[in-house]
Every structure is written in structure tokens, then in C-alpha cells.
């Protein structure tokens, strides 16, 4: 992702930090990544379009909003849950992508 979007924030693993640090709890990570300013919080598919809204480029900024209004924010929630899903499995994937064991 970093080599296509030229803005990019630094990322850490959930496992690697304090969540209270964040004010997130356990569910809130396992639901969803995470996407944090210092002023805002945002999850899922809306942290995404956060990251295309602060792109130098004017496609990736529209198309962080198209993400981010409905219906395409509908569509957009779909996608993000699949890809969140089987993220394990999917090119790129890292030790910190993999699913916890179901209880």
C-alpha cells in the first residue's frame, strides 16, 4: 500500500500497544483496524477512506469520500468485512494479520 499512496502514517500491530492508551478495547480491535489522530478515531472502512482523504492526489481524496458517503459506504462496509475476514490468506499478509483462535 505504502508504494502506491504517497502519504502514509506509520503503523503498529494492536498486539504491540497499550489499547488504553487509545481508548479502544480488545473488541474494538478485533472488529475492525484502526486508523488514529491525534484529534479523531477511525474504523474500518472509514479509516481507509480517511487515509485516501489525505492524499496529494485529487482521485484517491474523491474516492476516499465516495468511501465514506451512502450508498457507496454501504458497498464499501461489505468489502472491508470480507477483506477483514480473510485477510490471513490474502498476498501480503504478516504474522500480525492472523486470526486468534475462536474461544
Do not use: N
Not at 52 to 69: D, S
Request: a positive charge; charged letters at 15%; hydrophobic letters at 45%.
Amino acid at each position: 500500500m505504502k508504494a502506491i499512496l504517497p502519504v502514509f502514517p506509520s503503523s503498529t500491530p494492536w498486539q504491540w500497544i497499550d489499547l488504553d492508551d487509545y481508548a479502544l478495547t480488545q473488541d474494538d480491535v478485533d472488529k475492525a483496524a484502526w486508523f488514529v489522530t491525534p484529534t479523531r478515531q477511525f474504523a474500518g472502512h472509514i479509516a481507509f477512506s480517511a487515509l485516501l482523504r489525505m492524499q496529494p492526489t485529487f482521485g484517491w481524496r474523491f474516492l476516499g469520500h465516495l468511501i465514506a458517503t451512502e450508498p457507496f459506504s454501504f458497498v464499501a462496509s461489505l468489502g472491508y468485512r470480507f477483506v477483514s475476514r480473510y485477510r490471513h490468506r490474502l498476498p501480503g499478509g504478516t504474522p500480525a494479520c492472523a486470526m486468534r483462535p475462536s474461544a
